[in-house]
């Protein structure tokens, strides 16, 4: 699996660079100059376009004929500019992968699942408003924990676990009470 950013369209940002280790030379500046160098980077800012991001998955098992497979995005960003914020394998069995993908306004989040053999497609797991670590998916793929933000007494929020089994689409949530969970490590079978 692997992602490939487009940034041509985006707008350069310039700023100025100085080098600490031109600094203790003495003269911190290029060429003599008494300004910093400057450099560039592609970076968006709001109201301008983003990058262009696809997300590949590649069968490498019969190298004499290689296949290629873009994972399109969940339908609820279509016409919407979107992050692609994490991706991963399901399990070991490299026949399912999970995609978080966020809106470019990051309030919503999306958390799908695209099977191999379901050639490729994916499907719309989870929604959710905050920003959190990619999920963790038990070995047999059929559930994932997750952290996400939980009501507690009153409009209190704090930061728990859920448990999420996709077959039956239930959702537990696995910590309660007026703390924050930062860390999960694996799901059990």
Known sequence: MFAV?????????????LSSG???????????????ETKNVRYPTPGTVNPEVQLWVVDITNFGSIEKVELRPP????????????AGWVSDSNRQVSVVYMGRSQ????ITTCSKLQNWSCSEVNEWLDIFPHPIFSSDGNSF??????QE???????????ITISQQRISVISHGRYEVWYTSHVPK
Do not use: C, E, R
């Open 107 to 110: 309030n919503y989040s999306v």
């Open 145 to 150: 924990l997750l952290l996400a933000s939980i």
């Open 22 to 36: 031109a600094l203790f030379a003495g003269s911190g500046m290029s060429s003599g100059s008494y300004f910093p």
């Open 5 to 17: 950013f487009n940034d041509t369209q985006v707008g350069m940002m310039t700023y100025p660079w």
């Open 75 to 86: 339908q609820s960003l279509n016409g919407q500019d979107y992050y692609l914020t994490s």
């Open 153 to 163: 007494s009153g409009h209190d929020h704090f930061t728990h676990i859920k448990h």
